[in-house]
């Protein structure tokens, strides 16, 4: 009889009749190695409800001893098990972010829980992991979802019974407070712009609400004048990442997004096209814009985004606005669409947030104030109805 070579299995489906009633399921068999006094095959079963987890759960473990990482689910330590999460479970994950996640799972989680049996975590454990992050709200949270994530997949493979991280406290959620322009202030921004390089680009950002890397990841392809939209798929990838060749990433929700633009935006990236030309124009053949950006330096290379913070600043500091971020443009969008009376979720779209929910988290307490003005305005006509 031929023997199954390492890392080899086989999925079969089994029926079972318990109390007199069927059941259904999957069944997978690995082999994981030999016994070195038998000779003996040692083999992992896998279950599950379908075909497709049990072959999942499978795979994982033949590449795991294909390539001699393998450790049995009992032995296997948080550490081993990071590791293969991020090596073999990431594959949907943009590379900037999965270089985030192993810089937290290298820095936070290894040191405190990463000689831990996988088996032994409990809500505990990781509570007083939790507990002892010297770290902003904001960044506890994130090395526990990473945490939470890794800890879930290795619950849908049977190699723990239930995710410790659900059953922990985790710090309040910081909410930043934001500081949007109010109409004075945003008149004053336009008119300290007017003129200068960034002119356009500050238009396009305080009535589109697209964010700094979008705009300089934004193609003149995204443009439809005749429909007076602005596809919004992909932004600029970080420095790192474009070392490697790899210029754009996707949006920050995965997900592109259609803006329809204002007629003053539109006439905004028409006046930018023109002062491009003439840039070309100038340059001659140190002309370089390969990937066809809208916004570009007077040679047509990439504009650096610390560079641009700076002078963004200088635009802001000489209209009175000593402090005010980028950022605060897009919160400027946000609130004066609701202003002008369109719904959340057209914000939420608009914005490019995942959900409506989080748009009116942040941008709540301005409704509230826009509806108690709509009331006083809704009395003084009252008002006036009766004295008629």
């Known amino acids: 009889m031929k023997k199954s070579a390492k890392g080899t299995g086989t999925i079969r489906k089994k029926t079972v009749t318990r109390s007199g009633k069927e059941y259904t399921y999957w069944e997978a068999r690995i082999t994981t190695g030999r016994d070195p006094g038998t000779g003996k095959q040692i083999q992992r079963s896998f279950t599950g409800k379908t075909q497709k987890e049990v072959r999942e759960k499978m795979q994982a473990a033949a590449v795991a001893v294909n390539e001699g990482t393998y450790t049995a689910p009992q032995r296997m330590t948080v550490g081993q098990w990071l590791d293969v999460w ?119 950002a305080l009535f589109t609400g697209m964010r700094m890397s979008e705009l300089l990841g934004l193609t003149w392809d995204c443009v439809d004048y005749n429909s007076g939209t602005i596809t919004v798929n992909k932004q600029l990838a970080p420095p790192a990442q474009r070392k490697t060749g790899e210029m754009f990433t996707t949006p920050k929700s995965h997900k592109p997004r259609t803006v329809a633009a204002a007629p003053s935006v539109l006439a905004a990236l028409k006046a930018q096209r023109r002062r491009q030309i003439e840039h070309q124009l100038r340059a001659g053949p140190m002309w370089d814009n390969a990937h066809n950006l809208i916004f570009t330096n007077e040679s047509g290379g990439l504009i650096p985004q610390r560079d641009l913070e700076r002078r963004f600043r200088s635009v802001a500091d ?16 946000a609130v004066n669409a609701l202003r002008a009376g369109d719904d959340v979720k057209t914000v939420q779209g608009n914005l490019g947030h995942a959900t409506a929910a989080f748009t009116l988290d942040r941008y709540g307490h301005f409704t509230e104030t826009m509806q108690q003005a709509s009331a006083a305005h809704m009395e003084g006509f009252i008002k006036n109805v009766l004295n008629l």
């Open 86 to 204: 991020a090596s073999d479970y990431l594959g949907a994950v943009k590379p900037s972010t999965v270089r985030n996640y192993r810089d937290l799972i290298r820095l936070h989680i290894k040191p405190a829980l990463g000689a831990v049996r996988l088996q032994d975590m409990h809500a505990h454990t990781v509570q007083n992991f939790i507990n002892g992050i010297d770290r902003a709200p904001a960044t506890v949270r994130l090395i526990c979802g990473v945490l939470g994530t890794a800890l879930e997949k290795a619950m849908e493979l049977d190699y723990i019974r239930q995710n410790p991280v659900k059953q922990c406290t985790l710090p309040r959620k910081e909410q930043k407070e934001i500081h949007p322009l109010d109409d004075g202030e945003l008149a004053a921004l336009l008119a300290a712009a007017q003129g200068g390089e960034l002119e356009y680009f500050i238009t396009v």
């Open 318 to 333: 000489s209209a009175g606005l000593e402090g005010m971020r980028f950022h605060d443009c897009r919160h400027t969008f």
